[in-house]
């Protein structure tokens, strides 16, 4: 066991993976020398070698595509995308190939390549620093979407990732790099990808989230309990596919559910999780599936990013709301 | 010969004239007389391939098609010099090159005709599928030579995009890490004069397609893409250089599109015939059965004969295509990840319920 | 009125705004010459110039980018992306700048434009031409997402878009684009942008769709009628902004909706559609808000596409579903 | 000029060495000593505003901010040419270029801040907002170029970009689209050695930057970005070359971030102090103030004199700024939308009510 915080632990799991697969590396915008402008590569290009750990050209569909590439060939490539709101240039690249090159040959060509991706609000950022668009791909087909919460899923989480043979989005919420730090287990360890965790049982509402809002919803939670509510708090970590078990059995539970995300509302996670908490659990429900979100705006600048984002009061809000229904 | 025919220098490299005739011995590449022969069976079995797709488009035999017709030679010389070690990114106009690494005709049949397994292309190694995003595959293509360049190995990559590719970003993109990471690349640009309607002229304003190596520190060339000999020793030079660590290599290869953009095109509308009946002078078989049958090689009955051969085999793997069984819903769910994930299971069996529920609906109807 | 196809609709509402206003411009990809692909533009540069309709290079983020600096100083520019699956390359430029550019500038920047994309299955095509992806453009905020499902409403709508200040994603369902015939209004007409149209009334049940598949839906219907089911269609017209009071108003009649859409199912419309359905009136529904889409696979090759697809009858188990819920 | 300094014959333009003294006569820029004095005050405005920020950064009365320190000349010259009917395209280091067309230092503060009304330019017309996806920006560029070409006007754009942004596709796309259009473009690279910690030998292995100017047939030439005449003189014959319908232009301007990246970056990790040193005595303004020192045109007092007034003013600006009224939560909507869609009054309504139910919450548990 070792104290880290997700910035650590994430990077302890470049490390590992490196130090354990020759097919492994790490390429990007400024992960090199500079060890990343979050520095979560700090180190990996000193201790593997420029060609393992390198910085590329400013383009992000070519860290993509040839991560691709590279993939098909039988490297195994990391990739960072510097803030969320630079991964657009590589769209192209993320669904036209990267989700489906498997599909397209019928199984015979594979893209084992993670994309990382530091994302959300909540640090003061300039413009596209502070998105958060799972929904948008979760929406690609052949693409899986995660998220950890904690230093010890994002170690767990990532080398998986690294590990599996599809192509993975690995969002960072970077507004927790540094905020949370834990005991987390030295050496190698993986969390099964795919399956959400139910941080905290409880019995009135089920809260879904994921990323930096799980802490955001524990805060609400005290509040909630001085109020006498018991919440049932899921930590989603795989945007997609969702872990619809754990979500069902925790409505045929506690009978509400309410989503919390960082993204724009409409066509976001919360109408997804809504829609499935319908489908596998109508007859259970004592009020409608609700969700708090972002609104359908662009993330403001730092002076009113608090009326964007979602707190702990806006939480709790929303659970009372949906309880007293 | 990358220096003589710097793209500054505004040179076109060719070996052979329109009439089949080798300009200067000295250009030729070194090639044996068989291996030409055997090149140029192959473009004529691709040609007529080609052109008797076409006609099964017409019947409605088949979806739509990008023809090859007239840009064969590119393809053949790439089919002559690739080896088995080394990697094909094509675009989509690539049959020759595609059937030289082993991918079957019954495979492009069956691609065209609406199945995935078109490009699974069970007996050959090391060929990507067909690239619809234009250029997106030519990072694809710098990627693998990382790989190569990563661990040491002694292949190449030959990757593929049209005249109007050039203008994606991520022709730029791809060219430019190449040429960063000096991989072992040899970029084939098929300038064919259109991207569908536009010609190259509304594509770009630069000299030509091969200058733009510059922009890249790579070398560059622009040849003859109808004239085998050119292009086989153009991609001979680009192989040596690679292998010298003087990689990647941008080939600007000048053709001719001879038929439509694909069968649901009409070429009549933004070309006159005048211009394409210069082009068909320079028709890169013809020019090669020209000089063959000058050297007393080949003959217009051993092309009679063989063409009919040909017809029969290229019918044959059609038939076999058409006589694919039949797409299985759960086709659709299995390859998407390395495992199902649950979600996708859940809607496969939605939806062998929905079918079930149909069949029965339908039998009550039809009882009725 | 005048017999149109929605080919013919749109080259009409194209024809009538170039004629009109000196600064629409169209461009695009085979636009010129050609007429466009699908000969929707046809005629238009021999009418109008190729000052004002031309070819441009082959790169969508060209297309997009520099039409939204056409835009910004005066322009109102209507560009085609050729089909559905090329869209990609240009989403930075949709996302961070044509869909941003008002609200970054506190108004003071506007991008009046159009970007005019034939989506959705059902023509036998290659890989890329099928797409649905409305719920991803659907959450890009700041940007308007239509569709229209007649020629009547293409030329309409269409017309409306171009006159609007905002950016806006019009996809046109390729698969009916010569299918169906109608008499269509000559000369200039607007259809408000943002409302859905109630295309049928019924009592038992909402279904709402857009564009092709409105026609799918409607086959549908004649065969829940002889089943004594009752349907109200609602074309929703506008993906982004929903109109939720049609919405609202529908569902508190029938008291069950289905969505049915093409695109893939999770974070899809059908979703959003639901979770509106739960927000607005949830006590007035008696089935669980249902969806029928496409499954989160990449769209199969001609093949394969019906297994994928939604047709009448896949449309008509989920009503009988619904109803007998 | 282009001719002599075509890319391809690597030829740096230069009018002035690193002691402000001319190196040939008939290079000089036309231009009044007024012009060039009002040019170097407005620069060390720029200069002083720029360290100044850093300073408010440390003390955490703004949020990242990158340094335009070192490269105030490309600005500076481009401030002394750009007339108020002309565009200016920024990137996000041009701030003597924005202050020239109206933009207020106080605007951009607010920025920094965190407010988007920092990106309003109440009082300037034909700026495009700071441009954060880097290169995104030269397509809108080349677009108000086709606005102008279209319309006949007389007016010219000046388009920004870094060093690594000319790896970005939308790079290429731009002045591939600015070439084919042949529109009134200059497009301006400021390659200052590094983008954040990667050289621009990471980034490109071409021979210079301004050597790109040949993939898309638009002249290029490559200048000394510290050189305020060359600067000038470049931007001179550019514009006169756009006038007369051979834009576009690609400049590649050689200079060096003599700061951070932003101020959130540590330079050191990836440069060393030999390289800072070296062109330490390349500084931009240090050249001219010795040019004008030289013509008796400026002196030490001046400028310690004058440097107290801009001083004051910046803070002036900054206090300012500071005191801007608090962001309402309405304002989050109020822009999305030509017309505020119902959708969005909802949500503004929600979040209305929430702030109500929070305050009451707050009370009520104060009151405990
Ligand atoms: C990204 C993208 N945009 C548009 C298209 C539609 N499209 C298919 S082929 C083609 C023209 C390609 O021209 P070129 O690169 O010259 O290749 P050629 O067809 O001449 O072989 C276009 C625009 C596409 N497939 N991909
Ligand atoms: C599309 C995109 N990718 C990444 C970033 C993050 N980023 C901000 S500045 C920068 C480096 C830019 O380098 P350069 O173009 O040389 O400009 P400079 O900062 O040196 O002025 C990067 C990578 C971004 N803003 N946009
Ligand atoms: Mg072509
Ligand atoms: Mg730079």
């Given at each position: 066991?070792?104290?880290?915080?997700?910035?650590?632990?994430?990077?302890?799991a470049?490390?590992?993976?490196?130090?354990?697969?020759k097919?492994?590396?790490?390429?990007?915008?400024?992960?090199?020398?500079?060890?990343?402008?979050?520095?979560?590569?700090?180190g990996?290009?000193?201790?593997?070698?420029?060609?393992?750990?390198?910085?590329?050209?400013?383009?992000?569909?070519?860290?993509v595509?040839?991560?691709?590439?590279?993939a098909i060939?039988?490297?195994?490539?990391?990739?960072?995308?510097?803030?969320?709101?630079?991964?657009?240039?590589?769209?192209?690249?993320?669904?036209?190939?990267a989700?489906?090159?498997?599909?397209?040959?019928?199984?015979?060509?594979?893209?084992?390549?993670?994309i990382?991706?530091p994302?959300?609000?909540?640090?003061?950022?300039?413009?596209?620093?502070?998105e958060?668009?799972?929904?948008?791909?979760?929406?690609?087909?052949?693409?899986?979407?995660?998220?950890?919460?904690?230093?010890?899923?994002?170690?767990?989480?990532?080398?998986a990732?690294?590990?599996?043979?599809?192509?993975?989005l690995?969002?960072?919420?970077?507004?927790?790099?540094?905020?949370?730090?834990?005991?987390?287990?030295t050496?190698?360890?993986?969390?099964?990808?795919?399956?959400?965790?139910?941080?905290?049982?409880?019995n009135?509402?089920?809260?879904?989230?994921f990323?930096?809002?799980v802490?955001?919803?524990?805060?609400?939670?005290?509040?909630?309990?001085?109020?006498?509510?018991?919440?049932?708090?899921?930590?989603?970590?795989?945007?997609?596919?969702?872990?619809?078990?754990?979500?069902?059995?925790?409505?045929?539970k506690t009978?509400?559910?309410?989503?919390?995300?960082?993204?724009?509302?409409?066509?976001?996670?919360?109408?997804?999780?809504?829609?499935?908490?319908i489908?596998?659990?109508?007859?259970?429900?004592?009020?409608?599936?609700?969700?708090?979100?972002?609104?359908?705006?662009?993330?403001?600048?730092?002076?009113?990013?608090?009326?964007?984002?979602?707190?702990?009061?806006?939480?709790?809000?929303?659970?009372?709301?949906?309880?007293?229904? | 010969?990358?220096?003589?025919?710097?793209?500054?220098?505004?040179?076109?490299?060719?070996v052979?004239?329109?009439?089949?005739?080798?300009?200067?011995?000295?250009?030729?590449?070194?090639?044996?007389?068989?291996?030409?022969?055997?090149?140029?069976?192959?473009?004529?079995?691709?040609?007529?391939?080609?052109?008797?797709?076409?006609?099964?488009?017409?019947?409605?035999?088949?979806?739509?098609?990008?023809?090859?017709?007239?840009?064969?030679?590119?393809?053949?010389?790439?089919?002559?010099?690739?080896?088995?070690?080394?990697?094909?990114?094509?675009?989509f106009?690539?049959?020759?090159?595609?059937?030289?690494?082993?991918?079957?005709?019954k495979?492009?049949?069956l691609?065209?005709?609406?199945?995935?397994?078109?490009?699974?292309?069970?007996?050959?190694k090391k060929?990507?599928?067909?690239?619809?995003?234009?250029?997106?595959?030519?990072?694809?293509?710098a990627?693998?030579?990382?790989?190569?360049?990563?661990?040491?190995?002694?292949?190449?990559?030959?990757?593929f995009?049209?005249?109007?590719?050039?203008?994606?970003?991520?022709?730029?993109?791809?060219?430019?890490?190449?040429?960063?990471?000096?991989?072992?690349?040899?970029?084939?640009?098929?300038?064919?004069?259109?991207?569908?309607?536009?010609?190259?002229?509304?594509q770009?304003?630069?000299?030509?397609?091969?200058?733009?190596?510059?922009?890249y520190?790579?070398?560059?060339?622009?040849v003859?893409?109808?004239?085998?000999?050119?292009?086989?020793?153009?991609?001979?030079?680009?192989?040596?250089?690679?292998?010298?660590?003087?990689?990647?290599i941008?080939?600007?290869?000048?053709?001719?599109?001879?038929?439509?953009?694909?069968?649901?095109?009409?070429?009549?509308?933004?070309?006159?015939?005048?211009?394409?009946?210069?082009?068909?002078?320079?028709?890169?078989?013809?020019?090669?059965?020209?000089?063959?049958?000058?050297?007393?090689?080949?003959?217009?009955?051993?092309?009679?004969?063989?063409?009919?051969?040909?017809?029969?085999?290229?019918?044959?793997?059609?038939?076999?295509?058409?006589?694919?069984?039949?797409?299985?819903?759960?086709?659709?769910?299995?390859?998407?990840?390395?495992?199902?994930?649950?979600?996708?299971?859940?809607?496969?069996?939605?939806?062998?319920?929905?079918?079930?529920?149909?069949?029965?609906?339908?039998?009550?109807?039809?009882?009725?």
């Amino acid at each position: 066991m070792k104290i880290m915080n997700m910035v650590g632990a994430i990077n302890d799991a470049l490390d590992i993976k490196l130090n354990e697969d020759k097919n492994v590396v790490v390429f990007g915008e400024d992960v090199g020398v500079e060890g990343g402008v979050f520095r979560v590569t700090e180190g990996l290009q000193k201790k593997y070698g420029v060609d393992r750990v390198f910085d590329s050209p400013l383009a992000e569909s070519g860290i993509v595509g040839t991560a691709i590439g590279m993939a098909i060939a039988g490297l195994r490539p990391v990739v960072e995308m510097q803030f969320c709101g630079f991964i657009y240039p590589a769209m192209n690249q993320i669904i036209s190939h990267a989700s489906r090159m498997r599909n397209r040959s019928r199984g015979q060509l594979e893209t084992p390549m993670v994309i990382r991706m530091p994302y959300g609000g909540g640090i003061n950022a300039l413009e596209h620093h502070s998105e958060s668009m799972e929904a948008m791909f979760g929406h690609i087909p052949g693409l899986k979407v995660i998220a950890p919460s904690t230093p010890h899923d994002a170690k767990g989480m990532l080398i998986a990732a690294i590990e599996s043979n599809d192509t993975i989005l690995y969002m960072e919420p970077k507004r927790i790099y540094r905020a949370i730090k834990q005991e987390v287990k030295t050496g190698k360890f993986t969390i099964e990808l795919g399956k959400a965790n139910v941080v905290t049982p409880g019995n009135d509402i089920t809260v879904v989230t994921f990323g930096a809002m799980v802490r955001e919803v524990q805060k609400a939670m005290v509040m909630a309990k001085e109020m006498g509510i018991s919440v049932e708090l899921i930590d989603l970590r795989s945007i997609y596919p969702i872990d619809r078990e754990t979500i069902r059995n925790s409505i045929k539970k506690t009978g509400r559910i309410l989503t919390v995300t960082e993204g724009p509302m409409s066509f976001g996670l919360g109408a997804e999780i809504s829609q499935i908490a319908i489908e596998e659990a109508f007859l259970y429900l004592e009020a409608p599936p609700a969700r708090v979100s972002g609104y359908d705006v662009i993330v403001p600048l730092p002076k009113g990013e608090h009326h964007y984002m979602q707190d702990a009061y806006k939480i709790l809000y929303e659970i009372e709301r949906n309880v007293k229904y | 010969m990358f220096k003589e025919y710097n793209p500054i220098n505004k040179l076109m490299f060719q070996v052979m004239d329109n009439h089949g005739k080798i300009i200067d011995d000295k250009l030729m590449p070194k090639v044996t007389d068989q291996r030409v022969l055997k090149a140029y069976k192959d473009m004529l079995f691709a040609r007529t391939a080609d052109l008797q797709i076409v006609n099964y488009q017409r019947q409605g035999r088949i979806f739509t098609y990008p023809p090859n017709y007239g840009q064969e030679v590119i393809s053949g010389a790439t089919a002559s010099i690739i080896e088995e070690k080394d990697w094909l990114v094509p675009a989509f106009r690539e049959m020759g090159a595609m059937l030289s690494k082993g991918v079957t005709l019954k495979e492009l049949f069956l691609l065209f005709m609406g199945y995935e397994e078109g490009n699974a292309y069970k007996n050959a190694k090391k060929v990507l599928p067909i690239s619809v995003p234009i250029a997106s595959q030519l990072l694809h293509a710098a990627g693998i030579g990382y790989e190569i360049k990563y661990n040491k190995k002694k292949e190449l990559v030959y990757a593929f995009v049209g005249d109007g590719g050039t203008s994606e970003g991520d022709f730029h993109e791809a060219i430019n890490f190449a040429g960063v990471w000096k991989v072992p690349v040899i970029f084939i640009i098929q300038n064919n004069q259109y991207g569908i309607s536009t010609p190259v002229s509304m594509q770009t304003a630069s000299e030509s397609l091969a200058i733009k190596a510059l922009a890249y520190g790579v070398k560059g060339i622009q040849v003859d893409g109808n004239d085998y000999f050119a292009m086989l020793k153009v991609l001979q030079e680009s192989k040596k250089a690679c292998e010298n660590g003087e990689g990647p290599i941008l080939i600007e290869a000048v053709t001719y599109r001879k038929g439509a953009h694909t069968t649901s095109d009409d070429p009549t509308k933004y070309r006159t015939k005048e211009e394409e009946e210069s082009w068909h002078k320079k028709d890169p078989l013809d020019r090669l059965n020209k000089y063959l049958q000058d050297k007393g090689l080949w003959s217009d009955k051993e092309e009679e004969k063989i063409i009919e051969q040909f017809k029969k085999e290229v019918d044959r793997q059609f038939i076999e295509a058409e006589n694919f069984p039949e797409y299985k819903p759960e086709e659709i769910f299995k390859y998407m990840y390395s495992e199902t994930p649950q979600e996708l299971k859940d809607q496969e069996h939605k939806l062998m319920e929905f079918y079930r529920w149909k069949s029965e609906k339908i039998a009550q109807t039809s009882k009725k």
